[in-house]
T-cell receptor
Framework: AQKITQTQPGMFVQEKEAVTLDCTYD???????LFWYKQPSSGEMIFLIY??????QNATEGRYSLNFQKARKSANLVISASQLGDSAMYFC??????????????FGTGTQLKVEL | GAVVSQHPSRVICKSGTSVKIECRSL??????MFWYRQFPKQSLMLMAT?????????EQGVEKDKFLINHASLTLSTLTVTSAHPEDSSFYIC?????????????FGPGTRLTVL
């Protein structure tokens, strides 16, 4: 069975600083996908970034990067130059299979990020 | 990106009534749709997976006779909460996935907040 662990229930960061949100995972599969989503107070789930288990380079999307350490089974999200609008709940998720958009996601418990002036 | 809509966004109903929530993929064909439930300050819990034209697959502990799911077309799935009770009050989120071979993420709707009085 797959499991995602997010050990930081809440994080604070000052505006313009970088912040790392931790995520570790457990799976016996060789092929899997890792995702990060942002959920603002409005409730919508916003896709941020994706990393496939065979990708050798860390994924980057604008101010978001994923620090993928396969041997440690970690997939930390790094947000650079934090903005007030980054304040939200962040979820790490894993999907069985590299492809397989129809495969289900397993979510972590989330990290509430608050960006301060 | 792909867009998923949900209707209604909020619903308040009396105990014992049934409520139907619609999930539509607006600009893509969702071969698979997922229904999640989220309690305040908690993670998303997958309720069921539905493929167009076939019966939904429910997660363990989810009553299929209480939470009726219909995936009538590649752009529409509905969740009906039958004989709703206060403990069914929650945030319900749907998502759609494009193709089973895709590396795509799931695309989430904005959610429906159900309050049962």
């Amino acid at each position: 069975a797959q499991k995602i662990t997010q050990t930081q229930p809440g994080m604070f960061v000052q505006e313009k600083e970088a912040v790392t949100l931790d995520c570790t995972y457990d799976t016996s599969d060789q092929s899997y996908g890792l995702f990060w989503y942002k959920q603002p107070s409005s409730g919508e789930m916003i896709f941020l970034i994706y990393q496939g288990s065979y990708d050798e380079q860390n994924a980057t999307e604008g101010r978001y990067s994923l620090n993928f350490q396969k041997a440690r089974k970690s997939a930390n999200l790094v947000i650079s130059a934090s903005q007030l609008g980054d304040s939200a709940m962040y979820f790490c998720a894993m999907r069985e299979g590299i492809t397989g958009g129809g495969n289900k996601l397993t979510f972590g418990t989330g990290t509430q990020l608050k960006v301060e002036l | 990106g792909a867009v998923v809509s949900q209707h209604p966004s909020r619903v308040i109903c009396k105990s014992g009534t049934s409520v139907k929530i619609e999930c539509r993929s607006l600009d893509f064909q969702a071969t698979t749709m997922f229904w999640y439930r989220q309690f305040p300050k908690q993670s998303l819990m997958l309720m069921a997976t539905s493929n167009e034209g076939s019966k939904a697959t429910y997660e363990q502990g989810v009553e299929k006779d209480k939470f009726l799911i219909n995936h009538a077309s590649l752009t529409l799935s509905t969740l009906t909460v039958t004989s709703a009770h206060p403990e069914d009050s929650s945030f319900y989120i749907c998502s759609g996935a494009r193709q089973s071979l895709s590396t795509d993420t799931q695309y989430f709707g904005p959610g429906t907040r159900l309050t049962v009085l």
